[in-house]
């Protein structure tokens, strides 16, 4: 079990270009989401999604696309980047939305828009 | 909405004395709480979780946090500090049925020799 995947673990943009962050999990969990973490600030909630073929808004969408065609696959597109996405981004998944369910997070993407 | 509120974003220990994290939240129904630890350049990984079948919940390395509703808290507490413990935790709430979760701003634990 490999878990959750992200690609790259680095990147570096310029402002105004696009480019996707990459998250896949092996568990058949249903529940994806993408945090951005940023100091001072917590975990902040992206987009996430309940299942195959439905998404939704989290706390700090703009400037973030999202899709879910596979269980397996959630990726994070950045339309035009801008320095304020400097990040750290995470991806995790869970079971089930919310409730009890643990969310499984991984490694992050750290982002850097010059 | 439900929402956490961590109390010191940094806290300093020596090692081997207790270890106290705080955290607050606001929900206006029965909470799930979670503690989770962020060791440096990796992810988020769970600690323990409150699902209210025991309000003294213990996690893994040595840690527990107890739940307290009349003061609306769930702090995280380890009795003996090691320099491994070094790391950002983070508490988080949620609720029952669809519910995202919402994570405080994190408090970084600083061991000393």
């Known amino acids: 079990n490999a878990g959750v995947t992200q690609t790259p673990k680095f990147q570096v943009l310029k402002t105004g270009q696009s480019m996707t962050l990459q998250c896949a999990q092996d568990?058949?969990?249903?529940?994806m989401s993408w945090y951005r973490q940023d100091p001072g600030m917590g975990l902040r909630l992206i987009h996430y999604s309940v299942g195959a073929g439905i998404t939704d808004q989290g706390e700090v969408p703009n400037g973030y696309n999202v899709s879910r065609s596979t269980t397996e696959d959630f990726p994070l597109r950045l339309l035009s980047a801008a320095p304020s996405q400097t990040s750290v981004y995470f991806c995790?998944?869970?079971?089930?939305?919310?409730?009890?369910?643990?969310?499984?997070f991984g490694p992050g993407t750290r982002l850097t828009v010059l | 909405a439900q929402s956490v509120t961590q109390l010191g974003s940094h806290v300093s220990v020596s090692e081997g004395a207790l270890v106290l994290l705080r955290c607050n939240y606001s929900s206006s129904v029965p909470p799930y709480l979670f503690w989770y630890v962020q060791y440096p350049n990796q992810g988020l990984q769970l600690l323990l979780k409150y699902t209210s079948a025991a309000t003294l919940v213990k996690g893994i390395n040595g840690f527990e946090a107890e739940f307290k509703k009349s003061e609306t808290s769930f702090h995280l507490t380890k009795p003996s500090a090691h320099m491994s413990d070094a790391a950002e935790y983070f508490c988080a709430v949620s609720v029952t049925g669809y519910s995202t979760l919402t994570f405080g701003k994190g408090t970084m634990l600083l061991v000393s020799p």
């Open positions: 568990m058949n969990h249903e529940y």
């Open positions: 995790a998944s869970s079971p089930e939305a919310g409730g009890i369910n643990e969310q499984f």
